[in-house]
């Protein structure tokens, strides 16, 4: 109650439109929600975003009546939102909303919504402003209006707060302070304020609050925009609201069934959402979802179905009808308190000093989503939160995974060389893995890496030959034949590609096209293109576009040792007289080289050098 009461004031509405958004949105989630413990009602961060798009078409304090028209015809559009989104199946679009990115605008968000309640906490009046460096700004200006009383009882509120959550988070036996916390600050600081009279003595309290069940506001649906805004200028308010509500639910929610051991639909939850955001509207409601601490308490009161929701919603409407005058004489600053203790837990400094230590990129997107939506705006840092997911998306499916490869000693086992550098590797084979999907756009970055690691073998291989045959200069007892040397210059050459593809869940057209284009060239320069285990569907896209006929049968592979062996024999039997020795088959070992000891050097040697880009 009271801190929905202090969520109507964060969203500059009257304190009982907080307590209609905690009733009838309450009673329709629990009929048409899937999740059994979440709490549905006013949040901090929707009302921040409410308050702070309206703001810009119609001040609250000089036509509240406009003003709350809009907040109801608000709830109504994202209700209809989430209704769509539900029929549509597209519960899934969060998932591109990384943790990062979500813990950066949270934080940046809750920075925000504890600047914005600091006036209540200080004493003073002063303009509202999404961004933080306007808000100090303005707390700069109206800092002669300071009053120590409203700033004493206000910063005891915080403390006693913080005190009871805590010693409740602490101590498992006094886990009911942390729900208990709100409602005994309210009750204390309406007790001290009657016994003393402090409304008397210049301490701003609520005042008037209706008695009474919420009004039916169906009739103020209609001319969206209440005269003073398009419906198109609402859109992006509707859809931020939306995103960031059903984030902040669908989070909470999930982790709470998992803890339960029940299944939650994402679909489901869209539609239970969308019709409490419905009902409300129809009832003087502004846009609500799940709740992070009132569900935290929901949970740990032992709630386990949608009747506890039911329950709430019922004792919220016995306030309204018989008890709101108890709240009339409760001062501002208590308000502002609870909403100030309630954000402090959603600034999670320490999650970016962990992005830091463990994943450099994930911190510079956590640092600029933070950044963004304190001294751009709410609004603003979604959209640049939203970006930041969408553009590692596409950065991740652009730059795929694609390692050179080599053979564990002792194994038939290939890995990535970087990360095992005592893998062999062997001259005139470049060995590599597609770790992602062959589609439109990767298939330049892996043209890209396919050739640079042909030049990388080459380089690696002339060197090779170079220092041989600086070791052949310094030994004049043991000098190099015609014979040694063309056997050499032909190992120096690249004669096969060896992809392993079993990671490649699937190929489209323009990978098909990449594969056939990367086959000519290699025919047209004496190379072989060698695929090993690809699955059932890349196989049927190769032979439908005819392909796998071009690069021939005798070139796909069941695993990658079967190819490499292939190829080497290849290599041996081409290089013919050049070469003393032969490969022989050795099933379960090495493969073994019986060649001379200078060609045996070059063709099989460990190579400790890393060539490819990622780990």
């Not at 969060?94 to 504890?114: D, R």
């Not at 208990?180 to 009750?187: E, I, K, Y």
């Not at 059903?246 to 969308?274: P, T």
């Not at 594969?515 to 090993?532: A, P, V």
């Amino acid at each position: 109650i009271p801190q929905s009461m202090s969520y109507a004031k964060l969203a500059s509405l009257p304190v009982e439109y907080g307590l209609y958004s905690a009733f009838m949105p309450v009673f329709a989630y629990a009929f048409f929600g899937s999740s059994r413990q979440l709490a549905v009602g006013p949040v901090a961060l929707v009302s921040l975003m409410l308050s702070t798009s309206l703001s810009h078409f119609v001040d609250p304090s000089e036509n509240e009546a406009a003003y709350v028209t809009l907040a109801i015809q608000i709830s109504m559009m994202v209700g209809f939102t989430y209704i769509i989104l539900g029929a549509l199946r597209l519960g899934f679009i969060t998932i591109f909303l990384s943790h990062a990115v979500i813990s950066g605008f949270t934080s940046g968000a809750a920075i925000i919504i504890g600047m914005s309640q600091i006036k209540y906490i200080l004493g003073v009046s002063m303009k509202g402003s999404k961004q933080l460096h306007y808000l100090i700004g303005n707390i700069i200006e109206v800092i002669d209006q300071f009053d120590w009383k409203v700033f004493l009882m206000g910063s005891f509120f915080i403390f006693l707060l913080l005190i009871m959550k805590h010693v409740g988070k602490t101590y498992a036996k006094f886990s009911f302070l942390r729900a208990l916390g709100p409602l005994a600050v309210t009750a204390l600081a309406i007790i001290v304020t009657v016994v003393f009279d402090l409304d008397e003595k210049g301490i701003p309290v609520i005042g008037d609050i209706p008695s009474g069940l919420p009004e039916i506001s169906i009739n103020k649906w209609s001319g969206i925009g209440a005269g003073l805004v398009s419906f198109v200028d609402l859109i992006p308010t509707v859809l931020s609201i939306s995103i960031v509500g059903f984030m902040e639910s669908i989070a909470i929610a999930k982790q709470l069934a998992v803890k339960h051991q029940y299944e939650l639909d994402s679909s489901q939850e869209l539609l239970g959402l969308g019709m409490a955001n419905l009902a409300g509207a129809m009832f003087s409601s502004y846009p609500v979802t799940g709740s992070f601490s009132r569900t935290a308490v929901n949970n740990e009161t032992g709630a386990k179905s949608g009747i506890s929701a039911l329950v709430t919603a019922s004792l919220v409407g016995m306030v309204l009808l018989f008890l709101t005058p108890l709240f009339e004489r409760m001062p501002t600053s208590v308000l502002g308190a609870i909403v100030i203790s309630g954000v402090l837990g959603l600034v999670d400094l320490q999650e970016g000093k962990f992005l830091y230590k463990v994943h450099k990129l994930d911190f510079l997107v956590w640092l600029v989503s933070f950044s963004g939506t304190m001294f751009a705006g709410v609004e603003s840092g979604l959209v640049i939160a939203v970006l930041l997911s969408l553009l590692l998306v596409l950065y991740e499916s652009a730059y795929p995974h694609l390692p050179m490869i080599g053979r564990l000693p002792g194994t038939n086992v290939y890995r990535n060389i970087k990360q095992y550098p005592n893998a062999t590797t062997y001259d005139g084979l470049v060995m590599c893995r597609i770790d992602a999907p062959i589609y439109f756009a990767n298939t330049q970055n892996i043209r890209e890496k396919l050739n640079k690691y042909e030049l990388v073998a080459e380089r690696d291989a002339m060197e090779a030959m170079k220092d041989k045959s600086d070791e052949g200069e310094d030994n004049k007892d043991s000098p190099i034949s015609f014979d040694m040397l063309n056997s050499l210059t032909y190992f120096t050459k690249v004669h096969f590609i060896v992809i392993d593809m079993s990671p490649v869940s699937h190929i489209d057209t323009s990978g098909v096209h990449l594969l056939e284009e990367m086959h000519r060239d290699y025919q047209k320069r004496g190379l072989q293109m060698c695929l090993c285990n690809p699955n059932h569907y890349v196989m049927e896209k190769l032979f439908s576009s005819g392909l796998a006929d071009k690069i021939g049968a005798n070139y796909f592979y069941c695993n990658t040792h079967d190819a490499v062996k292939d190829c080497l024999r290849e290599i041996e039997s081409k290089s013919g007289e050049n070469s003393h020795g032969s490969v022989t088959k050795d099933e379960e070992g090495p493969i073994g080289l019986e060649l001379g000891s200078e060609s045996n050097t070059l063709k099989q040697r460990m190579r400790g050098n890393a060539n490819d880009d990622h780990v």
